[in-house]
C-alpha cells in the first residue's frame, strides 16, 4: 500500500492539553505522516487553554481528572459522538498510543470491525505508583498492561530494552522499533551561553549538573535529590539547574536548596539550556527511550543515567557518560564526581555523545512507522 491509502484513526490520552515528551513525538509523527499523504484524526481529550496546538485534526474525547495527577485526563472510552465520528471517518488503521479507558475502547472498537490495529508503547505507567506509596500494584499493573498489548496485531517500542521487557511480560504480537528523533540545529554545543548562566548566578567555571523535563515525582525527582546531599556531603563542588515545570516543583525546590530554577524552555532557548549544562543527571526508570537524554548528547553534555530502559540502549558505559544501577545513591555520586572534577573527561564524553546520536532523525524514525503501517496491513489482509 502506499501511503495516500492509509486512513489512520490515532487515539492519545494527551494529545496537547499539556506537554511532555510523548505528545510531542506523536504530533511530530502526524506531521510527517500528513506530509507523506496519509490520512490521520487524533481523538484525545482536550483542554480550553491547551499546551500548543495541536498537529492535524483532533477530535475532543470527554474525559475525567487522572487520580494523583489532575494535570492529566482519563477519556470515558468511546461516547456515542466520539464513535460516530469514528464511523464516518473509517479508518483502516487504528493506533493506540495509551493504555487507558479511551485506549480500550478503540482497539475493542477495532476488533469488532475487523479493522487492523497497532500500539505505540511510550510510557513504563507500571512503575508510576511506586512514587505515590502504591508499588504494591505493580504487578497487577504489569498483568494488565500484558492484556491489553496482547489486544493488538502490531506495536512499536521506542528501544530493544523496551521491546525485551515486553516480552518478558508476556506480550506477544510482532513489535518493531519506533525509535526517537532530535533537532540536531537546536541541540548542539554552539547553543551553550556563558552569559546566559551567568544571568541565572552560575560561574563560567562552576560545574552544572543538569536536570530536563517535567517536575513530577515518576521522574525519580527523590533519587535526584539524594544525590545531591550526597555530592554535598563529600564536598564536591557543583551547582544544580534545573528545566522544566510541574506539580512536585514546590516539594523539589525544598529538597534541593541552591539550586537554579529556570522554568520552562521553548525552542532555541531550550537548547541553549541543555547545552549550557556540564553534566546531565537522568535517574528516571520510567522511561522507554528518553528523548531528554539524546538532546543533551546531542548538545556534548555527558550524561548520568539510570542504568534502565531506554538509557541502556543511548549511553555507552564509560564512553559517552556513566550508567548506575537505579537507586544506587552512592554510585550517582561517584559517576557525577568523575566527571564533574575532570575537564578532559567531560570533552571525550562530550564528543562520543554527539557521534553516538548522529543519526537520530525525525523523518528517519518517522518512516519507520509507516513502514510498520504497511507490515501490519499486509499481515491483517
Do not use: C
Not at 27 to 41: F, T
Amino acid at each position: 500500500m502506499t501511503p495516500d491509502q492509509f486512513r489512520v484513526a490515532l487515539f492519545s490520552g494527551n494529545y496537547n492539553y499539556t506537554r511532555d515528551g510523548a505528545n510531542q513525538t506523536l504530533n511530530l509523527l502526524v506531521g510527517h505522516l500528513l506530509d507523506r499523504g496519509v490520512a490521520v484524526r487524533v481523538y484525545s481529550p482536550t483542554s480550553s487553554t491547551p499546551a500548543f496546538p495541536p498537529v492535524g485534526d483532533l477530535v475532543d474525547v470527554p474525559a475525567i481528572p487522572l487520580p494523583f495527577r489532575s494535570d492529566y485526563k482519563l477519556g470515558r472510552g468511546l461516547p456515542a459522538k466520539v464513535r460516530r465520528d469514528l464511523e464516518a471517518f473509517a479508518p483502516n488503521i487504528v493506533h493506540v498510543s495509551a493504555p487507558e479507558f479511551l485506549g480500550h475502547a478503540a482497539v475493542r472498537w477495532a476488533r469488532e470491525h475487523g479493522i487492523a490495529s497497532l500500539a505505540s508503547v511510550h510510557t513504563r505507567f507500571e512503575t508510576y505508583p511506586r512514587y505515590y506509596g502504591l508499588g504494591f500494584v505493580e504487578p497487577a499493573i504489569i498483568k494488565l498492561l500484558t492484556r491489553f498489548y496482547n489486544k493488538f496485531d502490531r506495536i512499536v517500542a521506542p528501544s530493544p530494552s523496551m521491546i525485551a521487557l515486553l516480552r518478558g511480560w508476556g506480550v506477544t504480537p510482532p513489535m518493531d522499533i519506533w525509535s526517537r528523533g532530535i533537532d540536531h540545529d537546536r541541540f548542539q554545543p554552539s547553543r551553550r551561553s556563558l552569559e546566559w548562566r551567568r544571568s541565572l548566578g552560575i560561574g563560567d567555571h562552576e560545574v552544572a549538573v543538569g536536570f530536563l523535563g517535567r517536575l513530577v515525582k515518576e521522574k525519580g525527582l527523590d533519587v535526584f535529590a539524594e544525590v545531591l546531599a550526597e555530592l554535598r556531603r563529600r564536598g564536591v563542588a557543583h551547582r544544580v539547574l534545573v528545566i522544566g515545570k510541574g506539580p512536585a516543583q514546590d516539594w523539589f525546590e525544598r529538597v534541593t536548596p541552591g539550586a537554579v530554577f529556570a522554568g520552562y524552555q521553548t525552542g532555541n532557548d531550550l537548547g541553549r539550556a541543555v547545552a549550557s549544562m556540564d553534566v546531565f543527571f537522568n535517574p528516571s526508570v520510567t522511561e522507554t527511550f528518553g528523548n531528554v537524554t539524546t538532546e543533551a548528547m546531542a548538545a556534548g553534555v555527558p550524561v548520568v543515567a539510570a542504568n534502565a530502559t531506554g538509557a541502556m540502549d543511548l549511553v555507552v558505559d564509560g564512553e559517552t557518560g556513566y550508567l548506575v544501577e537505579p537507586r544506587d545513591i552512592a554510585g550517582y555520586a561517584e559517576a557525577i564526581a568523575r566527571i564533574a572534577t575532570d575537564a578532559d573527561l567531560r570533552r571525550r564524553f562530550s564528543e562520543a555523545g554527539r557521534t553516538r546520536v548522529a543519526d537520530y532523525r525525525w523523518d528517519k524514525v518517522n518512516e519507520a512507522v509507516l513502514e510498520s503501517y504497511r507490515l501490519l496491513r499486509a499481515d491483517h489482509g
